[in-house]
Protein backbone atom coordinates (compact mmCIF):
# COMPACT_ATOMS: atom_id res chain seq x y z
CA UNK A 1 0.00 0.00 0.00
CA UNK A 2 1.13 3.58 -0.84
CA UNK A 3 1.69 5.44 2.44
CA UNK A 4 4.10 8.23 4.38
CA UNK A 5 4.92 6.24 7.39
CA UNK A 6 5.71 9.02 10.63
CA UNK A 7 7.03 7.58 14.09
CA UNK A 8 5.74 8.18 16.57
CA UNK A 9 2.28 8.95 16.62
CA UNK A 10 3.21 11.13 19.51
CA UNK A 11 5.46 12.10 22.00
CA UNK A 12 6.19 13.93 24.93
CA UNK A 13 9.59 15.14 25.86
CA UNK A 14 11.15 18.30 27.81
CA UNK A 15 12.68 21.92 26.84
CA UNK A 16 15.91 20.91 25.58
CA UNK A 17 16.18 17.37 25.21
CA UNK A 18 16.74 16.29 21.35
CA UNK A 19 14.53 14.03 19.36
CA UNK A 20 13.74 13.25 15.67
CA UNK A 21 10.75 12.44 14.02
CA UNK A 22 10.95 10.25 11.46
CA UNK A 23 9.31 10.41 8.13
CA UNK A 24 9.40 7.25 5.47
CA UNK A 25 7.45 7.05 1.74
CA UNK A 26 7.40 4.13 -0.10
CA UNK A 27 5.93 6.00 -3.15
CA UNK A 28 9.89 6.89 -4.61
CA UNK A 29 8.73 10.37 -4.48
CA UNK A 30 11.45 13.02 -4.85
CA UNK A 31 9.41 15.55 -3.19
CA UNK A 32 8.77 15.68 0.41
CA UNK A 33 7.80 18.37 3.14
CA UNK A 34 7.45 19.00 6.77
CA UNK A 35 4.41 21.12 8.17
CA UNK A 36 3.24 21.94 11.20
CA UNK A 37 -0.68 22.49 12.78
CA UNK A 38 -1.79 25.04 15.15
CA UNK A 39 -5.15 26.03 15.69
CA UNK A 40 -5.92 29.35 13.83
CA UNK A 41 -2.85 29.05 11.53
CA UNK A 42 -3.48 26.38 9.76
CA UNK A 43 -0.54 24.32 7.66
CA UNK A 44 2.87 26.05 7.50
CA UNK A 45 5.81 24.60 5.87
CA UNK A 46 8.88 24.29 7.85
CA UNK A 47 11.10 22.76 5.25
CA UNK A 48 11.11 20.73 2.09
CA UNK A 49 13.14 18.75 -0.20
CA UNK A 50 13.33 18.47 -4.15
CA UNK A 51 15.45 14.81 -3.90
CA UNK A 52 18.11 13.60 -2.34
CA UNK A 53 20.82 15.94 -0.16
CA UNK A 54 18.46 18.88 -1.65
CA UNK A 55 16.79 20.51 1.29
CA UNK A 56 15.47 24.18 1.52
CA UNK A 57 13.87 26.29 4.80
CA UNK A 58 10.13 27.13 4.56
CA UNK A 59 7.88 29.75 6.26
CA UNK A 60 8.76 28.94 9.76
CA UNK A 61 12.28 26.60 9.76
CA UNK A 62 13.69 28.11 12.80
CA UNK A 63 14.24 25.30 15.51
CA UNK A 64 13.99 22.47 13.28
CA UNK A 65 16.38 20.44 10.86
CA UNK A 66 15.77 17.93 8.45
CA UNK A 67 18.58 15.74 6.30
CA UNK A 68 17.68 13.72 2.84
CA UNK A 69 20.81 10.91 2.87
CA UNK A 70 17.61 8.53 0.82
CA UNK A 71 15.08 9.29 -0.98
CA UNK A 72 12.56 7.41 0.91
CA UNK A 73 13.49 9.10 4.62
CA UNK A 74 13.37 12.39 5.54
CA UNK A 75 13.84 12.92 9.18
CA UNK A 76 12.82 16.18 11.29
CA UNK A 77 15.37 16.48 13.73
CA UNK A 78 14.85 18.51 16.89
CA UNK A 79 17.96 19.83 18.70
CA UNK A 80 16.78 21.62 21.75
CA UNK A 81 13.29 21.56 21.69
CA UNK A 82 11.47 24.27 23.26
CA UNK A 83 7.09 24.61 24.41
CA UNK A 84 6.54 26.75 21.60
CA UNK A 85 7.52 23.87 19.22
CA UNK A 86 4.51 21.92 20.52
CA UNK A 87 2.04 20.99 17.63
CA UNK A 88 0.79 18.40 15.25
CA UNK A 89 3.12 17.72 12.69
CA UNK A 90 3.01 16.40 8.92
CA UNK A 91 5.16 15.40 6.54
CA UNK A 92 4.03 14.75 2.96
CA UNK A 93 5.59 13.57 -0.35
CA UNK A 94 4.89 13.80 -4.10
CA UNK A 95 6.24 12.58 -7.03
CA UNK A 96 5.04 15.80 -8.84
CA UNK A 97 6.83 19.20 -8.65
CA UNK A 98 4.14 20.68 -9.41
CA UNK A 99 2.89 19.61 -6.52
CA UNK A 100 -0.53 18.54 -7.91
CA UNK A 101 -1.06 15.79 -5.28
CA UNK A 102 1.00 15.92 -1.74
CA UNK A 103 0.33 12.57 0.22
CA UNK A 104 0.36 13.05 3.57
CA UNK A 105 1.28 10.94 6.81
CA UNK A 106 -1.21 10.48 9.92
CA UNK A 107 0.96 13.03 11.98
CA UNK A 108 2.77 13.05 15.31
CA UNK A 109 1.69 15.37 17.83
CA UNK A 110 4.49 16.52 20.33
CA UNK A 111 4.15 18.42 23.17
CA UNK A 112 7.25 19.79 24.72
CA UNK A 113 6.89 20.83 28.45
CA UNK B 1 3.83 36.11 -1.66
CA UNK B 2 1.06 33.80 -2.91
CA UNK B 3 -1.39 33.18 0.08
CA UNK B 4 -4.93 31.21 0.27
CA UNK B 5 -7.77 33.25 2.78
CA UNK B 6 -10.76 31.22 3.73
CA UNK B 7 -13.60 31.99 5.57
CA UNK B 8 -13.42 32.84 9.18
CA UNK B 9 -15.14 29.85 11.74
CA UNK B 10 -16.33 26.82 12.10
CA UNK B 11 -19.22 25.77 9.56
CA UNK B 12 -22.56 23.63 11.55
CA UNK B 13 -25.27 21.89 9.25
CA UNK B 14 -27.78 19.64 9.18
CA UNK B 15 -27.80 16.48 7.26
CA UNK B 16 -28.50 16.64 3.43
CA UNK B 17 -27.89 20.98 3.37
CA UNK B 18 -25.96 22.63 0.98
CA UNK B 19 -22.84 23.47 1.99
CA UNK B 20 -20.97 26.26 0.63
CA UNK B 21 -16.86 27.23 2.16
CA UNK B 22 -15.05 29.86 0.50
CA UNK B 23 -11.47 30.16 -1.00
CA UNK B 24 -9.92 33.01 -2.47
CA UNK B 25 -6.74 33.47 -3.62
CA UNK B 26 -3.45 36.05 -4.20
CA UNK B 27 -0.95 34.67 -6.46
CA UNK B 28 1.66 36.48 -8.98
CA UNK B 29 1.29 33.60 -11.53
CA UNK B 30 -0.63 31.19 -12.90
CA UNK B 31 -1.45 28.86 -9.42
CA UNK B 32 -3.15 25.24 -9.71
CA UNK B 33 -5.83 25.17 -6.53
CA UNK B 34 -6.55 22.31 -4.41
CA UNK B 35 -9.28 21.22 -1.50
CA UNK B 36 -7.76 19.17 1.07
CA UNK B 37 -9.77 17.31 3.86
CA UNK B 38 -8.97 16.20 7.37
CA UNK B 39 -10.75 13.44 8.48
CA UNK B 40 -10.37 13.19 12.89
CA UNK B 41 -6.91 11.82 13.98
CA UNK B 42 -6.00 11.25 10.16
CA UNK B 43 -3.86 13.40 7.70
CA UNK B 44 -4.75 15.76 5.28
CA UNK B 45 -5.88 13.80 1.63
CA UNK B 46 -6.60 15.34 -1.40
CA UNK B 47 -10.24 15.82 -2.47
CA UNK B 48 -9.95 17.73 -5.46
CA UNK B 49 -7.89 19.90 -7.94
CA UNK B 50 -8.33 22.55 -10.88
CA UNK B 51 -5.18 23.34 -12.82
CA UNK B 52 -6.02 26.52 -14.92
CA UNK B 53 -8.84 28.89 -15.16
CA UNK B 54 -12.91 27.64 -15.77
CA UNK B 55 -11.99 24.17 -14.36
CA UNK B 56 -13.75 22.35 -12.14
CA UNK B 57 -12.86 19.96 -9.96
CA UNK B 58 -14.88 17.42 -8.09
CA UNK B 59 -14.82 14.55 -6.01
CA UNK B 60 -17.37 12.32 -3.61
CA UNK B 61 -20.23 14.93 -4.70
CA UNK B 62 -18.28 17.71 -4.03
CA UNK B 63 -17.22 20.28 -6.53
CA UNK B 64 -15.19 23.65 -7.02
CA UNK B 65 -14.45 26.03 -10.12
CA UNK B 66 -11.55 27.91 -10.94
CA UNK B 67 -12.68 31.45 -11.09
CA UNK B 68 -9.92 33.63 -12.72
CA UNK B 69 -11.86 36.84 -12.28
CA UNK B 70 -12.91 36.95 -9.11
CA UNK B 71 -10.14 34.89 -8.06
CA UNK B 72 -11.93 32.25 -6.07
CA UNK B 73 -12.09 28.57 -5.22
CA UNK B 74 -15.36 28.17 -3.38
CA UNK B 75 -16.20 24.43 -2.52
CA UNK B 76 -19.79 23.47 -2.79
CA UNK B 77 -21.46 19.90 -1.60
CA UNK B 78 -25.31 19.91 -2.25
CA UNK B 79 -26.24 17.58 0.42
CA UNK B 80 -23.56 16.39 2.79
CA UNK B 81 -24.04 13.50 5.58
CA UNK B 82 -22.49 13.13 8.64
CA UNK B 83 -19.23 11.74 7.17
CA UNK B 84 -18.19 14.82 5.65
CA UNK B 85 -17.59 15.88 9.06
CA UNK B 86 -13.72 17.06 8.73
CA UNK B 87 -12.00 20.07 8.31
CA UNK B 88 -11.54 21.14 5.20
CA UNK B 89 -8.29 23.18 3.64
CA UNK B 90 -7.71 25.43 0.33
CA UNK B 91 -4.51 25.27 -1.34
CA UNK B 92 -2.49 26.94 -4.20
CA UNK B 93 0.92 26.02 -5.97
CA UNK B 94 1.89 28.76 -8.20
CA UNK B 95 4.57 27.48 -10.62
CA UNK B 96 7.56 28.01 -12.16
CA UNK B 97 9.53 28.28 -8.92
CA UNK B 98 7.54 27.99 -6.24
CA UNK B 99 8.44 24.33 -4.86
CA UNK B 100 5.64 24.80 -2.01
CA UNK B 101 1.66 24.59 -1.54
CA UNK B 102 0.08 28.06 0.70
CA UNK B 103 -2.56 26.13 2.63
CA UNK B 104 -5.48 28.32 4.50
CA UNK B 105 -6.38 28.20 7.84
CA UNK B 106 -8.57 25.94 7.11
CA UNK B 107 -12.69 25.43 8.30
CA UNK B 108 -14.23 22.86 10.43
CA UNK B 109 -17.59 21.18 9.16
CA UNK B 110 -19.38 19.45 11.37
CA UNK B 111 -22.86 17.65 9.74
CA UNK B 112 -25.61 16.97 12.53
CA UNK B 113 -28.08 14.21 12.06
Known amino acids: ?113 | GDSVTQMEGPVTLSEEAFLTINCTYTATGYPSLFWYVQYPGEGLQLLLKATKADDKGSNKGFEATYRKETTSFHLEKGSVQVSDSAVYFCALSDLPGNNRLAFGKGNQVVVIP
Request: proline fraction near 5%; charge should be positive.
Open chain 1, 1 to 113: EAQVTQNPRYLITVTGKKLTVTCSQNMNHEYMSWYRQDPGLGLRQIYYSMNVEVTDKGDVPEGYKVSRKEKRNFPLILESPSPNQTSLYFCASSSDRGLRALHFGNGTRLTVT
